[in-house]
């Protein structure tokens, strides 16, 4: 029985066996991938359905801590569409239609994933969830925040230990000042000094003309919708909860957190492309912006959607104290725990919002 013949590499010129190849991977490349008419249709499909609530998280323990509460159910025709890397899920929360997304971490990845989400899918606002660093020692680990406002601090001027202070600048941070002991030589780093962003945004009334901000607000109807979704009206439980809606304490059955997590609504919060785990930058942080949690997404997420005069709200719970811990840091134990209630903080929101108008403007969001 005669075998079939087998190709003959070897006999080839190395040129062709490499444009043969290429070929071969371009051709099995573009048949597992939708074309891009296809996703159109798709996206066509989706839209025709909205308006959606945007849903945005960071990385996969907030992605599944969400997932695990049961509530997203995914859509039965179109679960999800994958968009520049990213997988779009489709479904609904509550009865609400939402459209979901992981953005990945830091600020770069936030506003892309916000931006592409406004630009291709019928939007009508976005609710950023997540966990963060605690900067504020009436805070707890397990607390959920929903701040009013949200500030970049990531803008420095890195500048030399007898250099000018910039007026511009909002902040300064004399790294000298933190020499032990105190004032002991020159610190040759210097000081930071803090900026503020430019905000571009459809409300303006010229083009190429950004606002200099540094507190971005979060839309002022969502964080009263959120205030009120997260009370307790029953009486008895009030007792038991004072801070209302009761949130998990305990990631298992021995491993609780010593005082029950609370919600509170309308403090600040930072964001930079840095994990804080620091005590002397934390209060710092704390001291001089009085910002009560930090994280690496929020402000760019924000400041997209005002851009595009979106509403947005976010929701973060509390995992770690920012380095004012004693040995490590706790994120990895109670990371979920933190992740978990800021899920649930978004789920009562979203029963609160259900069959309300979106519609919101970002005039008056801007300090």
Partial sequence: MRSSPTPRFHKLPLFWLCFWLALCSASAAATSRPAPDQKARALNLINRRGPYLGLITVYPPEETAFFSTGAFIPDPKLPFLDLSGRRFQIGTVHGQRVVYVRCGIGMVNAAAATQQ???????????????????NNSMNIGDVSVPAQIADTSLWNWQNPDANLDPEDIAHLEIGNFNVPVGDGVNQLGQIGYSQEQLYSSSSLLPNTPATVLWMNV?????????????????????????????EQCVNS???????PKAVIGLRGSTSNIFVDNKAYRDFLFQTFKVSSADMESSAVVMTCLSNGQPVIV?????????????HNPIRTFGSLA????????LKFISKLRGRSYAGSILGTLL
């Fill in 117 to 135: 989400m406004v630009d291709s899918f019928v939007i009508s606002g976005i609710v950023h969830f997540g966990i963060s660093g605690n900067l």
């Fill in 315 to 327: 929701i973060r719970g509390m995992s770690d104290l920012a380095g004012n811990q004693s040995g």
């Fill in 219 to 247: 839309t002022r109807r969502w964080l009263h919708l959120a205030a009120a979704a997260v009370q307790v009206r029953n009486k008895h439980v009030s007792q038991k909860h004072p801070w209302g809606m009761e949130l």
């Fill in 339 to 346: 992740a978990l209630n800021a899920a649930n903080v978004v």
């Fill in 254 to 260: 021995t491993t609780c957190l010593d005082e029950k």
